[in-house]
């Protein structure tokens, strides 16, 4: 009986609700996106539109749920606090929320920032432990991760806790430059050629209004097809973040970079990071939000 | 007879035509904005709302007419090659363009670019040899101009030769952020012990992905009022400008740094400046524009 729902596994982020139902293995059974992000929700209204809509859709009247995400904050169902780094799994798991019977929620993560203020994360922690729980050789020692998104973390990992991270929103400087500056273009911005070209752009990382400008002086100056800006503009800003974020956190240039998140999105990362010689891994980070939602489910088949 | 009309001066940039009628000795008769930026025309308008919008309400019938900046673009009454650096006051009159009698129009200025393609202006260049045409110490020796704005422009001059410049699009990152992000706010950026926060938390200008994300965590995590956002942003921003391109220009320490340009932004660059120990002088763009026109139209009565 191995097609029997044991858990209904949700990342509820800002934007969307993505659901897994699963097994008592971790085996996906139902799976699916619901345009039900916390931005778009009114207060109050996470857990009707929870029974209402999503279990019945997942197959998951009476089911457990556990969640991480948006959905613990001020916006969501119920304000969960940040937990303070380090934390390790376990450290999660006893930190979850019960706002309704069978309904779990996980808090996020907290450390100190890199102004007065503390860097905090919502979602993408469950992830890192269910990426370290795939792989025992995870669990002892150093690992770095970066997971890009609009707000892109990057995060170093000691025996299993997450010791710190950083928060870089270069997704959101893609999104508000490609739609709303000079630089705006509809163009699709797979184009690796000019990808790479913005990354030589980027330089060091450094003077950053500086290197963004090149992507119009080398339209309007040099004659580059405007369509290539998008491309362009993206290996600028994920060239400036993969060259200093390392440095930022002192980082060795040996140090292997786990590229965890949107397929997508990391092979980019993984290109830029390749040309200047970083050594790197690509993980799915789906595969990595269920395991970690089962493990802190404590299902049986998972560890 | 000082107040009889001698020249029509104009600034006529992307969003906005500034005119001046000067009398013989270059003082101000009549000044006045106009809402005809070369965005906003169509092709081919810009002669025909010139003589009958402009001349008019300048009372500059007859006068002769010399114009800088965006007008001398592919969207405005006719494209003027740029003029390749280094260049003096001299060689861009040499080089003006006149697209209709009594109507001169000076070109932009070119150099090497930080990426492949070259940097480019037109516009500010003028401020820039009306700046050293007011002091005669200026036009001898190494001089560093900065001119914030939209786009703003780190220019180095050599015995009064413009051999360098590079363009941070650091206002557009202010305004696209202002209104399209998450640090989206209405709220009036004057307030100076947000945005001295925001200059320490740039740090050495590097990471400015991770820098901007200390705007909302400040927010968030620490209880900062939401619009102190808007000067804390433009601290962060200026204070990442103010640090990595005297770097990336190769500045001593010591050289001092003047801020040509609007005064409610040289204000805010002179702020971030002197916090990192510059020295800097502060020097009105207009009073600039009007003298670098002057002296391209040949007025008697200005050097």
Redo the contacts between chains.
């Keep these: 009986m191995a097609a029997t729902p044991a858990l209904l596994a949700c990342d509820w982020g800002t934007t969307n609700l993505r659901a897994w139902t699963l097994d008592a293995d971790g085996a996906v059974l139902v799976d699916r996106d619901f345009p039900l992000g916390v931005s778009k929700l009114a207060p109050g209204e996470a857990a009707r539109r929870f029974e209402a809509e999503v279990r019945p859709a997942m197959q998951g009247e009476g089911l457990p749920a556990v969640m991480c995400g948006m959905i613990g904050s001020n916006l969501g169902w119920v304000e969960i606090p940040?937990l303070d780094c380090p934390a390790a799994a376990g450290d999660l798991g006893a930190a979850m929320a019960q706002p309704a019977p069978g309904v779990r929620i996980a808090p996020g993560l907290?450390c100190p920032?890199?102004?007065?203020?503390?860097?905090?994360m919502r979602g993408e922690e469950v992830q890192v432990f269910g990426w370290l729980a795939a792989d025992a050789a995870r669990r002892t020692g150093r690992q770095v991760v970066c997971h890009p998104g609009t707000?892109?973390k990057w995060i170093l990992i000691e025996d299993g806790r997450i010791v710190r991270f950083?928060?870089?929103?270069?997704g959101?400087?893609f999104a508000?430059?490609r739609?709303?500056?000079?630089l705006r273009s509809d163009a699709d911005p797979d184009d690796p050629d000019a990808f790479d070209?913005g990354v030589?752009?980027a330089?060091?990382?450094?003077?950053?209004?500086?290197?963004?400008?090149?992507a119009?002086?080398?339209v309007?100056?040099?004659g580059?097809p405007a369509e290539s800006t998008p491309a362009y503009l993206s290996g600028v800003?994920i060239g400036?973040?993969t060259a200093?974020?390392p440095?930022?956190l002192g980082l060795a240039d040996e140090t292997p970079i786990a590229l965890l998140g949107d397929p997508g999105l990391t092979r980019w990362y993984a290109r830029a990071l390749t040309t200047r010689g970083r050594e790197v891994s690509e993980h799915d980070g789906e595969a990595a939000a269920i395991a970690g939602l089962s493990a802190l489910a404590g299902l049986e088949g998972v560890r």
Tied chains: 1, 2.
Excluded: K, N, W
């Design positions: 940040y907290r920032g890199l102004a007065a203020a503390p860097d905090v707000h892109a950083v928060t870089a929103m270069t959101e400087l508000v430059l739609r709303h500056s000079i070209e030589v752009a330089g060091d990382g450094g003077a950053l209004a500086a290197r963004l400008f090149t119009r002086a080398r309007v100056g040099q580059a800003l400036a973040e200093s974020l440095e930022l």
